[in-house]
């Protein structure tokens, strides 16, 4: 059993990951409601406060990465960064500061998107930052100390959450959320090491 610090935890896609973790003991997090613990992973004291409380911990599963929608025409420079300072630089800080934390041989998921391969209108942000947290993964796997792993699950539409994305995804096909949590499952307790794990249907 592994102690694992799961991140969104009330969330679907959160929802979705704790569906692959139930062989280990799972400590929530997340900017709000009935967690174990709050933290905000755009704030890097957050980070390294959730990371100094939890003490031990063998694994972070990460299923936010809040992003603003826009036509890039219409997209602010201020609405990138929101994007970019939460999905892009909120994983990477997990992972750079968390690797002074984490056990050895300790592991690391991350989550991207579809978007990033299937765009779609007004996601540019979004699909911007899941592509470049895909090639995070695939080259800090190479650079980690410890032994440790790191992977990211690149998931399509929920379809626990079709009805609230549904609408802006036509001609995609939802995936279950036990599906997804094979992913998290596949990452947190196989051997791999710098991959993207798309779930596609």
Known sequence: MKTVILIGALGKMGQAALTGLGNHKVITAGRSGDVDHIVDITNEQ?????????????AVVNTVGFCEYASFTEMTETQWMTTI??????????????????AEGGSFTLISGILNVKPIPFAIADATTSGAIDTFVKCVSLELPKSIRINVVNP??????????????????????????????????????????????
């Not at 626990?160 to 499952?185: H, N, Q, R, T």
Request: hydrophobic letters at 45%; a negative charge; aromatic letters at 10%.
């Open 46 to 58: 957050s980070i390294k406060d959730l990371y100094e409380k939890v003490g031990h911990f063998d």
């Open 85 to 102: 300072m939460s999905k892009m630089m909120g994983q990477i800080n997990l992972v750079r500061i968390g690797q002074e934390h984490i």
């Open 156 to 201: 399509t539409v929920l379809a626990e959450a079709w009805d609230v994305y549904g609408e802006m995804m036509p001609g995609f096909e939802p995936v279950p959320s036990a599906l997804v949590g094979k992913a998290f499952e596949r990452s947190v307790d196989g051997f791999i090491t710098g991959e993207v794990l798309f779930v596609d249907a």
